[in-house]
């Protein structure tokens, strides 16, 4: 991962990075020179376990949308996700749906910078890395946070998501 001249960034990244500093968390913006649409290449990217990095995935509850931050190890459990939510029906986004919710597009998307908040719930297990990854935006930037950062800056709750 590489620092990078902030000109260089994208508009989706900069909203994550404006979102990252009214919060009042670092800038940890950076580069992954070639990408990494996935969990397992950004690991591979950071020399950090695939379970570190925060994936951002958007569900539709009930017809709205739902951020899932689950951790690269696991795949959600749709099921048991919306029995822990009150039975609501849960299905994974359309790619149109992620852009209309985020901004942002598959495997670009960030917990933060949004064009508004969306209800978000972050997978327990990720407490086991004292160091998260998530994306920033776009599919070649990611920003270093940790589990507490992260449920504060998402406002999200904590749920097991996986089975």
Known sequence: ?????????????????????????????????GGAATAAEAAAA?????GAIANSLIFLADGA????????????????????LGHCRISRATPDDVVAATGQVIGGVSPVG???ALRTVIDESLRDYPDLYAAAGTH???????????????GAAIVRTSA
């Open 65 to 84: 949308p739902l951020l899932v931050l689950s951790s690269g190890r696991h795949r959600v459990d749709t099921a048991g996700l919306a029995e822990r």
């Open 1 to 33: 991962m590489t620092d990078a001249d902030q000109s260089s960034f994208s508009r989706r990244t900069e909203a994550v990075r404006a979102a990252l500093v009214a919060a009042g968390h670092p800038d940890t913006v950076r580069v992954v020179p």
């Open 46 to 50: 950071l020399g950090c376990e695939v």
């Open 140 to 154: 070649d930037t990611l920003f270093r946070t940790d589990f507490d950062a992260l449920v504060a800056l998402t």
């Open 114 to 116: 949004h064009p508004s």
